[in-house]
């Protein structure tokens, strides 16, 4: 009787001990789903190839994009937004994929070259072994274009994201963007003056490319095309909100139950996990950036 008690209270500590393990590894949930109030758009009515387009495939509702030595590809929404709820359902390649950025971001490039606005989820390719890289940006009035000024926000996924899909998202409105992953905020990027903040509209885009220039470890890594094609699937496309032709009583999304915005507490609480388990790097930390560039860091 003994020896059984101890036996069970042993399995017992076992499977407390892994289940704490367990949480460790895993950001508490968030309490809200804002990926449920948007309907999935089928992909022809909401997009356009852009480049690429033979390097580019539609297979029951997944979409996808390949990179080779010829040429990558990419895709645009049909409409500019000026606020919205923005997101995909992505599987990325495993092995050896270095050098290559498979994306999805907002941007306004084309209308303002050279002087442009971005919302950037990017993937930065990888060696074996080695995780991905999820890198967040944002850029505002050409700190894209010429001497760049970023504001990067890097994070190592806590699952793998070549296993299956999972939904990245950006919620932008008139007063913060929200990076999402699987409906879990990883980071708030609020306005805090106009210069800091995009305001001007801009289209959904994704693609994949070569980018061996910096993408891996500042690009100490290449894409080796011996390992092409690199290929990423998309699926479950949302993009809704406010159009650039939307009426001006048009009211912006929240990624919250709050309909002015922000985050609920237990939100702001899975963040908070994400942050501290997850990211691996913030550019409002990094004392070598000159911060007269990025007072919204300082403000």
């Known amino acids: 009787m003994g020896n059984s008690l101890i036996s069970l209270f042993s399995i017992f500590h076992l499977l407390v001990l892994w289940g704490s393990s ?50 990558g590809s990419g895709f645009k929404s049909v409409k500019p937004f000026r606020s919205g709820y923005f997101g995909a359902n992505i599987k990325l390649q495993p092995g050896y994929t270095a050098g290559v950025i498979t994306s999805l971001y907002l941007s306004n490039n084309e209308a303002h070259p050279g002087f442009h606005d971005e919302v950037d989820i990017e993937f930065l390719g990888t060696t074996f072994g080695k995780p991905y890289t999820l890198q967040t940006n944002v850029y505002i009035r050409g700190s894209g274009d010429g001497k760049i000024i ?16 999972h939904h990245y998202a950006i919620l932008w409105s008139p007063r913060e963007i ?54 990423a699937k998309y699926t479950n496309f949302k993009a809704l909100g406010c159009t650039a032709y939307s009426s001006a009583r048009c009211y912006p999304l929240s990624a919250s139950p709050y309909r002015s915005g922000g985050l609920t507490r ?34």
């Open 22 to 71: 367990v949480n460790a590894y895993w950001p508490p949930s968030p309490g809200y789903w804002p990926s449920s109030k948007v309907s999935s758009l089928n992909f022809y009515k909401g997009f356009r190839n852009l480049w690429g387009p033979q390097h580019q495939r539609m297979d029951q509702n997944a979409l996808t994009i390949w990179l080779d030595r010829t040429s």
């Open 178 to 231: 929200i990076f999402l992953v699987d409906d879990i905020p990883i980071r708030r990027y609020p306005k805090k003056s106009a210069a800091t903040f995009p305001l001007r509209p801009m289209w959904l885009y994704g693609s994949i490319w070569d980018a061996s220039s910096w993408a891996t470890e500042d690009g100490k890594y290449k894409a080796d095309y011996k390992y092409q094609p690199f290929t």
């Open 266 to 299: 237990q939100q702001h609480q899975a963040m908070r996990w994400v942050q501290t388990h997850s990211m691996v790097y913030n550019y409002c930390k990094d004392y070598k950036r000159d911060h007269s560039l990025t007072p919204e860091c300082w403000r």
């Open 150 to 165: 970023g504001r990067e926000m890097k994070f190592r996924l806590w699952f793998d994201p070549t296993k299956d899909f």
